[in-house]
């Protein structure tokens, strides 16, 4: 079918709630032009098949292996690498477990890793809800390790290439208000200098050029003042700092996006559930959330071809 998009959904971890929120959120999702592939273990498939009424219905094309020594990891690889072979489709990952990824001998801490690595690729982790949007400066990284990154060049070349990948991906400019590192962004050096010295000189500089830029605003107030400025993003500098605001009020609703891959990829932004798996209790809004976001910003690239 012409301009169809093809959604690849990795079977995410076997153990959990992602063959759960898969099915319902395809199962009550009614999207034009839109062609549902699933990728992962044949086993894994015949699990979700036989705990789901009509699980394998709800797709048009199966894409299968046999099961390798992590499975959740194999569907990850080989989506990415149809999707790059091919040229065409978007990628939505249900929920993997991080840490039997390491145990089973692949060294990445999560999906952003593996496709920086695999790829080569410099990304960044950014999460949408309707009512807030967060880009983290750094990820997965110690917090003992953040001062040493904070620093002019590399917050203007972070800042750069996340105004383009949104301008890209969205298609239309954001307003950005920058976070603190420090406690009441620092007290004018009070309690900090890296707000006074580094970040407010570079807001500076960028409004200069141009961009529609402020702060940096503390982190305890930040989030309350733009939740609901739906144009506007937050620029946090550590997972910590961002994320847990994030997931106390979008658990069930949010998106993750992976920004800087030379396709769409989005996640729901909860984990695997393993407590809850097998009680049907698992919400399924971020997965759709996903699906949805991932084919609306692949309409957003068409338009522009």
Do not use: C
């Amino acid at each position: 079918m012409k301009n169809t998009t093809n959604v690849y959904i990795t079977q995410g971890s076997e153990k959990g709630i992602a063959g759960e929120v898969i099915y319902k959120a395809l199962k009550n999702l009614r999207l034009n032009k839109v062609k549902y592939i699933f990728v992962g273990d044949k086993k894994v498939f015949e699990k979700y098949n036989s705990n789901f009424p009509d699980f394998s219905k709800l797709f048009d094309e199966l894409l299968l292996f046999s099961k390798t020594k992590e499975s959740s990891f194999e569907s990850v690889k080989r989506a990415t690498e149809t999707i790059i072979s091919t040229k065409n489709g978007v990628l939505v990952t249900p929920p993997i477990s991080k840490k039997r990824w390491i145990e089973n001998g692949y060294p990445y801490r999560g999906h952003t890793e593996f496709f920086e690595k695999y790829l080569k690729k410099k990304t960044i982790m950014f999460f949408w809800h309707k009512n807030l949007k967060i880009a983290l400066f750094t990820h997965h990284i110690p917090l003992s390790s953040l001062f040493s990154k904070i620093d002019k060049k590399s917050i203007e070349q972070f800042f750069k290439k996340l105004h383009n990948e949104l301008n890209k991906r969205f298609g239309f400019n954001f307003k950005y208000v920058f976070s603190s590192i420090n406690p009441h962004a620092g007290e004018d050096g009070e309690l900090g200098k890296e707000e006074k010295n580094i970040i407010k000189p570079v807001i500076e500089k960028l409004r200069n050029e141009g961009f529609k830029v402020d702060g940096p605003f503390p982190n305890d107030t930040i989030f309350h003042k733009f939740r609901g400025k739906k144009n506007t993003v937050v620029i946090s500098f550590a997972h910590d700092f961002g994320l847990p605001v994030f997931k106390t009020l979008y658990f069930h609703t949010g998106v993750n996006v992976t920004l800087g891959l030379p396709f769409i990829r989005t996640s729901p932004d909860h984990g695997t559930g393993e407590d809850i798996e097998g009680l049907g209790i698992a919400n399924e809004k971020a997965m759709k959330n996903a699906i949805k976001l991932a084919v609306y910003l692949k309409k957003q690239e068409k338009k522009d071809e």
